[in-house]
């Protein structure tokens, strides 16, 4: 679950800190996302749109780790 | 990853244990963080008594806490069926803590960096997730210091 009522912290220390965390949040989505995403049949080309980036950028960051699932649609 | 400046004894076990710890973040990248955790589980540093379930678990809430200061609360994320990366390459973090590790064993006269010498370079860090996470363990960073 996630809860958002957007704040930021006023000790720059925590707000840089949130920085990071939220990155981390953001990879950990894509990588769900892209899973489930390749799961349901959708080309690296089409996730790549969606997301806003190029083919070999999501090539490089998920193909590998996804060979098992994309083996039987390339 | 450029374990080559290590001491023999140290190289082997510190890659394999860095390697395992980014692997289980699941992102790609070595950061210091992970360096930290695969040092508190390193025989050479036993003494020190760096536990490392309960910096694993400092670490978490670290991560909890600063999403929490936007009001940010991710809870039960699903993870990702496998890893980025099973060869992670080093993040900034990780670099910067590596050398300063390299610095301390140039100053100590020393030929190659020793456990002690990056744990060192990893725990001085003015900033960032290595000093967030020993406070959140209640440990003292001047204190370990002195012991290295």
Known sequence: MIDTQLTIPDDPADALAA????????DRVEDIAVERAVA???SFAQIAE???VTRQA???KHSRRLANTTKHRR | MPFQHFAKDTRAVVAAAVREEAAADGRGLVEAEHLLLA???NPQLQHLGLDHEELASALAREE????AAVGVVAEELPRASSPRSSSPRLATSAKLAIERGAKITAKR???QMTAQN???GVINAEHGRVPRTLQLAEIDIGELRARL
Not at chain 1, 19 to 26: F, S, T
Not at chain 2, 64 to 67: I, R
């Open chain 1, 50 to 52: 969606a997301l806003g």
């Open chain 2, 118 to 120: 990056l744990l060192l």
């Open chain 2, 109 to 111: 006269g020393q030929r």
């Open chain 1, 19 to 26: 920085v990071g965390a939220l990155r981390r949040l953001a």
């Open chain 1, 40 to 42: 349901d049949g959708w």
């Open chain 1, 58 to 60: 999501v090539q490089k």
């Open chain 2, 39 to 41: 040092l508190a589980g």
């Open chain 2, 64 to 67: 909890a806490q600063s999403l």
